[in-house]
């Protein structure tokens, strides 16, 4: 488990968890509800030479796979006065990629879940003020060379969000053949324009390899 809360209003013990190899998940707490670690991560089957145990296995209620999730961080359930679309959610993030997110589950179900905003933050903690408005708490790590090592933060809207709302998304291609990274994708030869380079500490990519390539558009810099 990483960070416990529990919510008076509604009765919510919530729990999130760090996970192992592949998943990361938070748990709506029920009593004593068997959530299988460490046979299972989250709803998968992790270690098949363990025993399950004579009770069912209940699965998380939030889940998400290293794509998305790197080390979930549980938070609160928001009761602050600032984020009225929030109240009622739980509100955690990631210590991994920064992100903050938000689920409201009804007492039967997760009724929405969605990202709030991407961080540069280690997020370590997520919690609220004397009012009920939203701290996170920032370990520094690595990202921050270039500016403040840790700290606490609050979240706040955007001014210009009404109109970050209504602006039409981009499309993003969702093949390496429609995105115009590469001259050849057998041989994965970069098209013209797109540099390759390398990064002083490769990341951990679950076992996969990774490259890196940048593109600037026509006539743009680069500091």
């Known amino acids: 488990p990483w960070r416990l809360t529990y919510d ?3 009765g919510q013990l919530w729990c999130g968890e760090n996970g192992q190899d592949a998943w990361e998940y938070a748990h709506l707490v029920q ?3 068997n959530y299988g670690w460490s046979a299972f991560e989250g709803s998968h089957r992790y270690n098949t030479n363990r025993a399950v145990g004579p009770t069912p296995i209940s699965p998380p209620t939030l889940e998400f796979p290293h794509a998305e999730f790197r080390s979930l961080t549980g938070g609160i359930v928001y009761r602050g006065k600032q984020f009225p679309e929030l109240v009622g959610a739980y509100v955690f993030g990631d210590f991994g990629t920064g992100r903050l997110w938000a689920a409201h589950h009804d007492g039967k179900k997760v009724a929405w879940m969605r990202e709030l905003i991407d961080t540069p933050l280690a997020v ?4 609220a003020d004397t009012d009920g408005e939203l701290l996170l708490a920032d370990y520094g790590f690595e990202r921050a060379r270039s500016g403040p090592r840790g700290g606490i933060y609050r979240l706040a809207r955007r001014a210009d969000s009404a109109a970050i ?11 390496l053949s429609s ?3 590469f001259a050849d994708l057998t041989r994965l030869t970069p098209a013209p324009g ?4 390398a990064i002083n500490a490769p990341g951990w990519h679950d076992g996969a390899t990774g490259t890196h390539h940048l ?9």
């Open 8 to 10: 008076p209003t509604s």
């Open 124 to 127: 370590t903690h997520v919690t």
């Open 31 to 33: 009593r004593g509800a």
């Open 179 to 181: 995105a115009g990274l």
């Open 194 to 197: 797109v540099l390759a380079y």
């Open 215 to 223: 593109a600037l558009p026509t006539g743009s810099t680069l500091e």
């Open 165 to 175: 709302a209504s602006t039409p998304s981009v499309v993003f291609p969702t093949r």
